[in-house]
């Protein structure tokens, strides 16, 4: 299966992100709308708040005051808010703030998943540039390559890799990130229309079946429609000249088993 691997800006927190391939291996400017850095010309919303990236929103769902996730809200890059959202960055509330520190929400290691996968479908479904280059990944295995930050809960990590470009063949991890873009990219994926076998034999899709079956019932249901007026569709729905003939023949005879496709939906 071919694997897109994406995610984590090359540079230090802060620093502007990275115009090509990372030094991990992850082409940062071909894959950026997947990550949860990326930021968002239309926001998604967590409990009433809209935030500028997927990456502001999750920080700020792991702490139940809404003071403190509005403060989230308006950071200025999703870097400062990865980083004031970790154990490192909360310890620096009441320094670096003015805030008093606050701990994790009690429930975040149930909730977490699921918050993950809400805010990144909201990101796709609100951001249509962005949803396209996703559907045109088709079904690679998308993995957030998380060797920098050596994160195997959210991504997947080459442990081997010292510094250098991850072999995608040693990655490790559970790569969450990863797994709720996939799902994103199946549940927002176009439906596509059921097919099903019409009397010719071929597959059709079922408004076109339909059709077939209602002209079938009313040609059956009427004796002076002749064979002649429903070549035409029966070539069209798909049969070949010789099998289009007969039905029509039986149709002319007045054989009620017949069945007569109608044209198809053009």
Not at 233 to 244: D, M, N, R
Request: hydrophobic share 40%.
């Amino acid at each position: 299966m071919t694997q897109v691997l994406f995610g984590g800006y090359p540079s230090q927190r802060g620093r502007a992100p990275a115009t090509g391939v990372n030094r991990y291996g992850n082409d940062w400017k071909a894959t950026e709308v997947l990550s949860n850095m990326a930021p968002l010309s239309a926001p998604v919303r967590y409990e009433g708040i809209d935030f500028p990236s997927v990456e502001h929103a999750f920080q700020a769902a792991k702490f139940e005051d809404d003071g403190v996730r509005r403060l989230f809200a308006g950071l200025s890059s999703a870097s400062d808010a990865k980083f004031l959202g970790s154990s490192r960055g909360a310890s620096q509330w009441q320094s670096r703030l003015g805030v008093p520190a606050m701990g994790l929400r009690a429930d975040w290691n149930e909730v977490k998943g699921g918050v993950l996968n809400e805010l990144v479908e909201q990101k796709f479904r609100n951001n249509p540039e962005m949803l396209n280059y996703l559907l045109s990944t088709g079904n690679a295995e998308l993995i957030e390559n998380a060797t920098g930050w050596r994160d195997q809960e959210y991504g997947m990590v080459d442990p081997r890799a010292t510094g250098g470009v991850a072999d995608p063949a040693r990655l490790v991890g559970k790569n969450m990130t990863g797994v709720a873009v996939m799902r994103a990219r199946e549940r927002l994926a176009p439906e596509q229309p059921a097919a099903v076998v019409n009397p010719t034999g071929q597959q059709v899709a079922d408004g076109v079946q339909l059709k077939l079956d209602l002209e079938g019932q009313q040609a059956q249901e009427d004796p002076k429609r002749k064979a002649g007026d429903l070549l035409p569709w029966l070539l069209a729905a798909g049969g070949t000249g010789l099998a289009a003939y007969a039905l029509a023949e039986e149709l002319n005879r007045g054989n009620p088993g017949a069945q007569v496709p109608a044209p198809p939906v053009m």
